[in-house]
């Protein structure tokens, strides 16, 4: 028998076998589909979540005050030690690196707003002009420290706050007071919505010098540096590391994280996410794929007399075990096509409901559930193409 | 020609052993109209059936055209049933899912002969088996003696050397049976061997040679 007319022949006994068929494929495109659907979930977290942090900043170190728990190697020569507080002399050196951009001081702290009769609670950031191209913000208006004068009282508020604030005018231009201090508005943020949490359409930013002395402080939150490519992001932290050591009389008593080492954290733990989510649904394939051979088993059970006429007329054993193999093979190709699709449509569902989230299934993960689909498929039929094959011709003949 | 040497066939049943064939020693010519009789559990099946090379015997060997078809491999003894040998049983045995044309054609396809020429083929049988007009038809939409016409139109398709019948018309009235019979005399008539398995002695008594069996032993063999 020509492997043409193998598949044709149990193409036939797929079709006839109709309400038997169309439940197999169902439960073999439910498996694909799953696989498909919850790894384009999983995988577009996955993007989502790396397009916000990545969003925050290009090549972005971030210094912080105090040291990270994980390296004491000597405990009892850091205990009693409070760390040194981050100054804006520590900024300004770390601003002469070679291998920095720019940098962006950073003072976080709340503050009363006020103008013309209204008030209403902001988050304050103190900072310097490169604040805004450092974290990739926008100005829509206007803009901030442009000459360099640091101390000046300038502010830049978020579109919201600017049109609540200043429905009918332009902003720019017009006085508001932070906790009785007075601000010209020189700029205002172009609407950007919420990145990692924070919504940057309600915060205000003023000179970091002004934000100090509004808090009453020396010390700084966190610096922001910006390495001047990709590659330059290790050796800066290294200078940055070795530059604040220097200044802090030999303490390492600061933390530098990396953007890039926090997006490939985030990139991992979502992807390891996804690759669990994906194998929790192959399982329900393995399940379809008990069903294909149960399915076929008692196909095998059913169609005996007629595995005996078959030998009757002088198919081989192989010729038999063929047919039954063709006939997994068209139930979980079928399961497998309509799976994927099924998955693409859901994907898209999914895309169209979440706008914002990325959800394509990954190419492994589509190719994976189609191979395991068709995997099961042809080694569920072993069994029952191997039981057909055997069967005795006259015992066979003989039955029903 | 077909030659059984000392074919012996036991059956296990628990502790018993049924000898469904006994030292058979059984010479048939190409050509010859052979009628198989006897009680019912004789052996006359397996008799058939291990002269078509379904069933193998647990002793003696088997000549067939002369050459020992006894050990041959699985694939080997399927080429000769396929090639050489047309059964045709009581209950028919047709694909309920396959129309007519398609029952009649699985032979053709186990052969791996082009699809063209298949349909050919197919074409010529049905219409000498005046089946022409029941192509499309299913089994279940076929008279008894029509499905019995397909399936000796399917068994006679490859042009067997042989065709084996067992109890062609049991299942079948007198009047449509004495057709059936007929319509394998006809093959007959054009060189093939035929073996028929009957325990109808007017039926019997139109062969030419007439095997009695009991107890898995030919008991007499009678020509005419
Ligand atoms: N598969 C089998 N298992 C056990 N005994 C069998 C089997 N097939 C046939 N027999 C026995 O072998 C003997 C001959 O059977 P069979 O050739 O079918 O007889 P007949 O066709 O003449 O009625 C009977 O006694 C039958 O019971
Ligand atoms: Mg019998």
Redesign the pocket.
Known sequence: MTLADTFFLSFKTVVSYRLRSVLIILAMTLGVAAVVVLTALGDGARKYVVNQFSSIGTNLLVVMPGRAETTGAFPGAVLGQTPRDLTLKDAQLLGRLPQVRRYAPLNVGEAELSASNRLREVTVLGSNAELIPIRHMKLAQGGFLKHGADYSAQIVLGSQLASEFFPLTSAIGQRIRLNERRFLVSGVLAPQGKTMGHNTDEIVIIPVEQAQSLFNTTSLFRILVEAKSHDAIEPAKEAILETLKQSHDGEEDITVITQDAILATFDRILHALTLAVAGIAAISLIVAGILVMNVMLVAVNQRTSEIGLLKAIGAPAADIRFLFFAEAMWLSTAGAAFGFLLGQLGSLMLRLVYPDLPAWAPAWASIAGITVALLTGILASILPANKAARL?A??AL?KK | MIELTSIT?I???GEQS?Y??NHIDLEIQDGEYVAIM????????????VIGLLDKPDDGSYRLDGKTVTDLSEAEQAQIRREKIGFVFQSFHLVPRLTAAENIELPLILSGLAAAERKQRVNDTLRAFDLSDRAAHRPSELSGGQRQRVAIARATIMQPTAILA?EPTGNLDHQIGVEVIALLENLHQTGTTLIV?THDRELGDRAHRQLM?RD?KIMTDKKT
């Open positions: 005795d006259v015992q003989s | 066939r059956f296990h049943m049924i469904a064939l006897g009680p019912s559990g004789s052996g006359k099946s397996t008799l058939l059936n067992d398995v069996l898995g």
